[in-house]
Structures are given as C-alpha cells and as structure tokens.
C-alpha cells in the first residue's frame, strides 16, 4: 500500500531495500527512466525469488515479457536462461 503512494521515487532505492521490499515494487520500477547495475541485480534478485506477480521465471512466455516492459532490459542471462 505504501509503496503505491511512493511512485517513482522508488527510483533512488538503494538494491538492498529492493531486495527487501514487497514484489510489488516492481511496479515502481518500472516508471525509473535508468537504474544502476547494481538495482539491475537487485531486480534479478527478486525475480528469481518467485514471488512476484509474474511468477517464476521459468514459467514466463511473450505476454509476460511484454507485461514487464522496460524492466525486461534488466533481466541477467541467469534470470534469461530460465525463461
């Protein structure tokens, strides 16, 4: 709930608090015009966690890619290879 309210000010998370916030932070994420490396493997981090509303990786298809929209480029081949 909070995190809604936060909006793109998520931007500026440190990957700690990415990797220890709710999955729907994600959402936030996506309104970041450029994230660091380091967000980026925080991003990878919770992605491979499963809890996310796109769920685990390896049970991503094109629809999902697409839901992801910019937070795709994030993705590590490590996160890529279970797609």
Same mark, same amino acid.
Request: aromatic share 4%.
């Given at each position: 709930?909070?995190?809604?309210?936060?909006? %793109?000010?998520? $931007? !500026?998370?440190?990957?700690?608090?990415?990797? %220890? *916030?709710?999955? *729907?932070?994600?959402?936030?994420?996506?309104? $970041?015009?450029?994230?660091?490396? %380091?967000?980026? !493997?925080?991003?990878?981090?919770?992605?491979?966690?499963?809890?996310?509303?796109?769920? !685990?990786?390896?049970?991503?298809?094109?629809?999902?890619?697409?839901?992801?929209?910019?937070?795709?480029? %994030?993705?590590?081949?490590?996160?890529?290879?279970?797609?």
């Amino acid at each position: 709930e909070q995190l809604s309210s936060l909006g %793109a000010l998520v $931007c !500026d998370m440190e990957p700690e608090t990415i990797t %220890a *916030s709710d999955p *729907s932070v994600l959402e936030n994420l996506k309104l $970041c015009p450029a994230l660091t490396g %380091a967000q980026w !493997d925080a991003l990878n981090t919770v992605f491979l966690q499963g809890g996310t509303a796109y769920g !685990d990786p390896s049970s991503w298809d094109l629809q999902t890619l697409q839901n992801l929209g910019p937070l795709v480029l %994030a993705l590590n081949q490590t996160t890529l290879s279970l797609v």
